[in-house]
């Protein structure tokens, strides 16, 4: 028997569940605002034999919300892979980051950055704070003291799915990670849609990789390669699904 269940969350949205026959046992899930289960704590939706947990609604919201959300990567790397030394240290990166190459028009695109721990420690030593005023989200299962930012910076922990979503009820468009664990944790859960990857021509033999193991192969589309003249090789790159 059709379903029809609606949850209260920033705001009401339906879930239409509906199945064809007992003997098919299959399901269809219609969701007409990603961002509305934020904020949910607990729910359960049962459709004859099939119980959906939040946890996979939530998964399926963030899906959806590919449509109008964007996730991107823009990082630099030496030429064999790696963002930076075992220590973090990045030293092998020009400091100024060399002649411009499209950094600051894509950061004023950007409506919130996803970090790590890791990264977060790192730039807390740096002179300025590199992210402005931009909203900054650490991820993070245990506390962290951010007292030290010199910026809007929030800690947020949970699936990459669940921090999609919730950023999309907050109306975040354009996500931005930075930092290999989580550059590395995105990807493995799909939810990566562009890679601006910038090659240094530099070898340093051993560091934290950009990539790291997948579930599956992950197909990407080139949009473009530009050349500069102090030897760095971008390239751009769409996430298929």
């Known amino acids: 028997m059709p379903a029809l269940v609606r949850l209260r969350a920033k705001s009401l949205i339906s879930i239409a569940i509906r199945s064809r026959s007992e003997g098919e046992n299959r399901r269809w899930i219609s969701i007409w605002s990603a961002a509305a289960f934020s904020d949910v704590s607990r729910a359960a939706i049962t459709g004859d ?50 002649e411009p190459h499209g950094y600051a028009e894509f950061f004023a695109t950007v409506d919130a950055l996803v970090i790590g721990r890791h990264t977060f420690e790192t730039v807390l030593a740096f002179p300025e704070w590199p992210y402005g005023s931009k909203r900054v989200v650490v991820l993070s299962s245990r506390s962290l003291d951010l007292s030290a930012a010199r910026g809007a910076v929030e800690q947020m922990s949970g699936e990459p799915a669940d921090i999609v979503s919730d950023l999309a009820a907050d109306g975040v468009q354009h996500i931005y990670l930075d930092g290999g664990l989580t550059i590395q944790r995105f990807l493995r859960a799909g939810l990566v849609d562009r890679l601006i990857i910038t090659r240094v021509p530099v070898l340093i033999g051993v560091g934290i990789p950009l990539f790291g193991p997948v579930p599956h192969d992950l197909q990407l589309r080139h949009l473009a390669t530009r050349q500069f003249a102090n030897g760095f090789v971008q390239s751009e790159y769409e996430v298929l699904r």
Do not use: H, K, N, Q
């Open 49 to 98: 034999d099939t119980t959906l947990s939040i946890t996979r609604l939530r998964r399926g919201a963030a899906a959806v919300s590919s449509g109008f959300m964007t996730v991107s990567v823009f990082v630099g790397t030496s030429l064999d892979g790696f963002i930076a030394r075992p220590d973090g240290a990045f030293d092998f990166l020009p400091e100024d980051g060399g």
